[in-house]
Structure formats: structure tokens, C-alpha cells
């Protein structure tokens, strides 16, 4: 089953990974960090970086063709452990009902600036 790329101008990339990868009926958003692509900017509070990486995730699968209600699965992970409360309540923002399954660890780079990166596994209808 060939894979195919998905990249998309709203979302923070790298040549060090896709942002997203499809196989098969199955979508795979890298991490996602807080970074607004438009205006380049990270912001300093842990809620307006986790609500800022989901966007960025949601512009990922919108361009593989899939949305966040299509999501099953994301990973938080956290450079802090003491954000986690603050990260909980933007999340809770986006998948205020019916939410995925959903792991929460801590991010092993130490990057600057970085408070979280979330990355997600979503499905498409077969």
C-alpha cells in the first residue's frame, strides 16, 4: 500500500518530516507545535499554544481530506508537566464532547520556547 505525503502551507513544517501521511484509510499528523505559520510567532501561554497546535494539526487533516471529528487517537506531549492543567482546558475547547482516546507525556527535547506538541491519528471512511 503506497503512502502519500500531505503538506500544507498553514501548518509548521520541516524537511525533517512530513506534516502528515496517509496509508491506507489512516491519517497521520506529525507533532504539531504552537506556532502561527501566518504571523511566525509562538505564544508564551500554554492554552494559546495547545489551542494554536491543534489548528495546525485540523489544517493537516483538512488537507488529507479528513476532519477532527475523524480523529482517534492523540498523543500531548508536554515540556512541562505543570501545564498540563492549563493544556486540559484549551483541549477541552476543541473536543468539548465525545472526545478521542488520548495519551499525555512529556516532550524529551528540550526546544525553546516549545510548551507542547500534539500529533494525532485519524481515519477515513472506507
Known amino acids: 500500500m503506497a503512502r502519500q ?16 501521511v496517509r496509508s491506507g484509510s489512516t491519517v497521520y499528523v506529525s507533532g ?9 510567532t509562538l505564544p508564551d501561554s500554554i492554552q494559546e499554544q495547545t489551542r ?10 483538512e488537507a488529507a ?14 515540556a512541562q508537566p505543570d501545564d498540563f492543567a492549563g493544556m ?10 465525545s472526545p478521542p482516546a488520548r495519551a499525555v507525556g ?4 528540550e526546544l525553546p520556547s516549545i510548551r507542547v506538541s500534539i500529533y494525532m491519528t485519524a481515519h477515513l471512511e472506507g
Open 106 to 109: 512529556r516532550l524529551g527535547p
Open 65 to 78: 481530506g479528513v476532519t477532527l471529528a475523524d480523529v482517534g487517537m492523540v498523543t500531548v506531549l508536554l
Open 32 to 40: 504539531m507545535v504552537g506556532m502561527d505559520v501566518r504571523t511566525g
Open 52 to 61: 494554536q497546535a491543534l489548528r495546525n494539526g485540523e489544517a493537516v487533516l
Open 88 to 97: 486540559n482546558e484549551a483541549y477541552a475547547e476543541v473536543f468539548p464532547q
Open 5 to 20: 505525503i500531505i503538506a500544507t502551507d498553514r501548518a509548521p513544517g520541516s524537511p525533517l518530516f512530513s506534516q502528515g
